[in-house]
């Protein structure tokens, strides 16, 4: 017990504010968010029909809500690799929602998903690192421990 705490008390500082490296499953949830973003935008760019972004002016709130919640949790995140994991998230959320309240046609949405796919796909690879850095805390542990 007495080196669990130990290890504990190692990774703190390192992940005091950073929410994707304090909780895995937080940074699962990131990841499969992400990948149903990508999987979404992929679908919509091949025609088969799901969700696309409504042009009601109310419907604007969810994005600057997102907007909002990277902002603050990337200011007082202190690790580079989550930081730009937020600055990413924060401009594919801003994409999103100019491309969900200015009018366009439906070549203007197709090609919206363009960058939604490559945000989508490099926030995939920013959580999925992320991941991987947890695997290896837990092997490092384990590798300590015995």
């Given at each position: 017990m007495k080196d669990k705490i130990e290890v504990n008390s190692k990774m703190l500082p390192l992940a005091m504010e950073c929410w994707l490296h304090r909780s895995q499953a937080i940074c699962f949830i990131a990841l499969a968010f992400w990948t149903y973003s990508l999987v979404s935008g992929v679908l919509s760019l091949v025609g088969v029909s799901v969700i696309h972004p409504?042009?009601?002016?109310?419907?604007?709130?969810?994005?600057?809500?997102?907007?909002?919640?990277?902002?603050?949790?990337?200011?007082?995140?202190?690790?580079?690799?989550?930081?730009?994991?937020?600055?990413?998230?924060?401009?594919?959320?801003?994409?999103?929602?100019a491309c969900g309240v200015i009018p366009a046609s439906g070549a203007g949405i197709w090609l919206c998903q363009f960058p939604n796919i490559a945000l989508s796909a490099i926030e995939i690879a920013l959580s999925g690192a992320i991941v991987l850095w947890h695997f290896s805390m837990r092997t490092s542990r384990s590798d300590s421990q015995t």
């Open positions: 409504r042009t009601d002016s109310f419907f604007i709130l969810g994005y600057l809500i997102g907007i909002w919640l990277f902002a603050t949790l990337g200011k007082s995140c202190k690790q580079p690799l989550e930081r730009l994991f937020y600055s990413i998230g924060i401009l594919d959320f801003i994409i999103r929602g």
